[in-house]
Structures are given as structure tokens and as C-alpha cells.
């Protein structure tokens, strides 16, 4: 009878528990923004369509959420992969900057990010005129150019663990 009992509340307890989570998730921007839910079930991609550009407002899932690893967007469709889960918002320029990550442009120069994961290699596509500045390390690693960072006139490259904020010119 017990075991009925525990059942019968642990049940109910998930239940509310899972109706919370939802209305939380309706109401999460402060500025009635709606959310977009994307969700990669079983570790499998899912597409979620999109109008305008997207950033991540909210992660869902254990699974940390990296843009370009295991979420990433394209003209009219946002995806996600290898269990992130998470809420996305358009992002306040509403403009698709091309190739890249992390983009915008200012009068001193286009702001880039650029993240290497796990130590691997990444390149970031931009047209370099001039140079580009390292502005803003975001990584334990300290980032040194010509070792694990560089750049030629395709884009900037990083390495073994460097993630940073560049300015190209």
C-alpha cells in the first residue's frame, strides 16, 4: 500500500513539476520576447525554422550548448545536436552577418569571437583588410599569436584551447 502511495505522489510530483517548466519557459523574456524551443532528443539533430538571426537565450540541457558545435543557424533554420537542448531569441541586429561567429561591425573595425573546444583547431572565416587585434580573452589558455592563434587574409585561426574576442581590420 505504501509503494501505491509513493507512486501515486512521485507521479504527481513529476507531472507539476513538468507543467512549471513549460510556463516558465513561455514566460521567459522580461521583455515578452517569445522563445523559440529547439531540442536534440537522443542525441539527434533538430532542425527548427527560423526568421532572422537567433541567440541563445536560455540552455535547457545538461549538455552544454556551443554555437557552431552543437547548435548553429542558416538562412530561415536554426539547428541543434548531441542533446543541447535549449530557448533562442532573435537577436537584437535581426541581420545575418555572414560566415563566421559572433560577428558585428563598428566604426573600429569587425568584432569577431573565435573558440577553440578540446583543444582543436578552428578557423573563423572574415575578410582581413589590414590586421586583427586580439581585444578580449575568454579562455584559461592564455592565447598567444603565432602560436595558437593567428590570421591570414581568409580569417583568424585558433588552437589548443584558445578562445578570444579579435578585431579585424
Not at 120 to 146: A, Y
Amino acid at each position: 500500500m505504501t509503494h501505491r502511495l509513493l507512486l501515486t505522489i512521485t507521479s504527481t510530483s513529476l507531472a507539476l513539476l513538468l507543467a512549471a517548466t513549460t510556463v516558465a519557459a513561455q514566460d521567459y523574456d522580461a521583455d515578452h520576447i517569445p522563445a523559440l524551443r529547439c531540442e536534440s532528443q537522443f542525441n539527434k539533430t533538430q532542425q527548427c525554422p527560423i526568421d532572422g538571426r537567433m541567440r541563445l537565450a536560455r540552455q535547457l540541457s545538461v549538455t552544454r550548448c556551443v554555437q557552431d558545435q552543437n547548435w548553429g543557424q542558416s538562412r530561415g533554420m536554426l539547428w541543434v545536436t548531441d542533446g543541447c537542448r535549449a530557448e533562442f531569441v532573435a537577436d537584437e541586429h535581426g541581420r545575418w552577418p555572414g560566415r563566421g561567429r559572433g560577428r558585428d561591425r563598428d566604426n573600429e573595425g569587425e568584432r569577431l569571437v573565435c573558440e577553440s573546444y578540446e583543444n582543436k583547431d578552428k578557423e573563423c572565416r572574415v575578410r582581413v583588410r589590414h590586421k586583427v587585434r586580439l581585444v578580449k580573452q575568454k579562455s584559461v589558455t592564455t592565447c598567444i599569436e603565432d602560436r595558437n592563434w593567428g590570421w591570414d587574409r581568409r580569417g583568424v585561426w585558433v588552437s589548443d584551447g584558445c578562445r578570444a574576442e579579435f578585431r579585424v581590420y
